[in-house]
C-alpha cells in the first residue's frame, strides 16, 4: 500500500557537556546498532584520559585542521572552547542511501550549519534534569579542572536558549527513559508522511470478492451476505 523512502535519516543531538548524549547514544546503538551509524569527528583538542583515535575522535593538529577546511574535507566545522570540532563528510552519503540512520553529535552552531545544508535532518536536544544535577556529572567525571567546568557552565547558559530551534527535547534524567524517548523519537520519524515515495493500491475489487466468497476464510459467514 506505502512504499517509504528507503534512505537513512541524518539525526542531529546536541546537549550542554555533562548532560550525558553520549551515553544516551551508546545506548541506542545497543539496541539497534545495525541501522544506526555515529559520526566520527575531527578534533584540534588533545585526546582526554581514555579517548580512543578514530573511535572517540580524529585527533587533528591546528594545522591539519585547518589544511582539510580548505580541502572542502568537512560537512560542517566550527571553533568551540578554543578548538576545532568538524564532521568528516565522508561516509554520511554513502550510509544513508544504505538506509542506515546517521547520528551527529554536535554542538548547537554545527546544528544551525546543518539545518541550512539538510532542513529535513532530525534535530534533537538533551537536556540535564538541572544545572546543579550537571555540575556534578561534570565534576564527577573528574576529566576538567574547576576553571574548565565553570566555562562549560557559562556556556550551557547559552546552549540551553538554542533548544527551540530544535524538533525535540528529551531530559536526561533516567537513562533508560531518555533512550526509550529518543528511539520513541526515530520509530515515530519513520511513519513521516513526507517520507511516502508513493501510495499504491493493491488489491482490486473483484479479488475482495474472491476472498470473501473463499470457504476456508470464511469464518463467519459474511461471504454468503454479499
Ligand atoms: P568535547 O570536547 O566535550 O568532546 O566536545 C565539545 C563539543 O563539541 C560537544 O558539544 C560536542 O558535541 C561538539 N562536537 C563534537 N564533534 C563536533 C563536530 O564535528 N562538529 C561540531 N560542530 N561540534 C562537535
Known sequence: MIKSKKSGQLIVISAPSGAGKDTVVKELMKRDGNNLWVSVSATSRAPREGEKEG????????EEFEKRIEEGFFLEYTNYAGNYYGTPKKYIKEKLDKGIDVILIIEIEGASNIKKLVPEAIFIFIMPPSLKELVRRLKARGTETNEKIIKRFHATYKE??????????????????????????LKAEKCRVDRIEEVYLDTKEEEIHEILMNDDFDNDGLGEKI
Open 55 to 62: 573511535v572517540d575522535y580524529y585527533y587533528l593538529s591546528k
Open 160 to 185: 540551553v536558549n538554542e533548544v527551540t530551534k530544535y524538533n525535540y527535547v528529551v531530559v536526561n534524567d533516567k537513562l533508560d527513559e531518555a533512550v526509550d524517548k529518543v528511539e520513541s523519537i
